[in-house]
């Protein structure tokens, strides 16, 4: 299954807010065998929210969408989903009912729109918070609170799935340089990718889809680089 991740809000593009939905998302649905190929920002503004989801919903399995829900001026993402998908933003009573129920709420206290999806989508509850979550078509429309958004998606995390990757590391503080002609030939001796993240040291990240081989990778690595203590 092949993912794209939209995260929603001007305070992101600013600095102002760290986007540690986007990292959050990317390592829970790796962890399913999801694969995240894209990671976009994009402003509080429809028209770009729209474009880049429409964009998005047609190239891969599901878009996951994350920020600017609920009933203020910047809150904007419910409509911009729906210009994706061509559909228009009206009231959900399910979401209504599930708030006035579930949530405490009285009717007369939700402030005009906080009930408003895309026409057709299907409420996914927010039991941390108050404006509901919703899934149109392959798009996914979560919070942008870190905690309403792990919760939401929770509920929903089953529908998200693909082959389990089992990983490795092996860190070494030889130069990344040095060891090109290394990590090509475990690549062909093994059915494994691997990846170098260079930093204080270089962290070797072995990725593939049989453990064993993944297990022997890492194995074979550590006999051929300068391996450092601990470095699973």
Same mark, same amino acid.
């Given at each position: 299954?092949?993912?794209?991740? *939209? !995260? %929603? ?6 600095? /102002?807010? @760290?986007?540690?939905? =986007?990292?959050?998302?990317? #390592? ?5 065998? *999801? !694969? %995240? ?6 402003? /509080?503004? @429809?028209?770009?929210? =729209?474009?880049?989801?429409? #964009? ?7 878009? %996951? ?168």
């Amino acid at each position: 299954m092949r993912v794209a991740i *939209v !995260t %929603v809000g001007d305070e992101l593009l600013a600095g /102002d807010t @760290v986007n540690t939905n =986007a990292t959050w998302l990317c #390592e829970r649905l790796t962890d399913r065998g *999801v !694969t %995240v190929e894209r990671v976009t920002t994009v402003p /509080d503004r @429809v028209a770009d929210i =729209a474009r880049v989801v429409n #964009e998005y919903r047609a190239e891969y399995d599901a878009v %996951v969408v994350t920020g600017g829900l609920g009933p203020t001026h910047d809150d904007v993402t419910m409509e911009g989903v729906a210009a994706a998908v061509g559909r228009s933003v009206e009231q959900h009573d399910e979401a209504l009912e599930w708030l006035t129920t579930h949530g405490g709420y009285q009717a007369g206290d939700l402030v005009e729109g906080t009930t408003h999806l895309p026409s057709g989508a299907r409420m996914l509850p927010n039991r941390e918070g108050v404006a509901p979550g919703a899934v149109v078509e392959s798009v996914y429309v979560l919070p942008g609170v870190p905690a309403e958004m792990k919760t939401m998606f929770e509920a929903v995390a089953e529908e998200f799935s693909g082959e389990r990757t089992y990983t490795a590391f092996v860190e070494t503080p030889d130069p990344e340089s040095s060891l090109i002609p290394v990590m090509d030939e475990v690549q062909s001796e093994f059915p494994v990718r691997v990846g170098s993240y260079p930093g204080d040291s270089v962290r070797l990240k072995i990725s593939g889809a049989e453990e064993a081989a993944v297990d022997d990778a890492a194995a074979w690595l550590r006999e051929r680089v300068t391996a450092m203590e601990d470095d699973a």
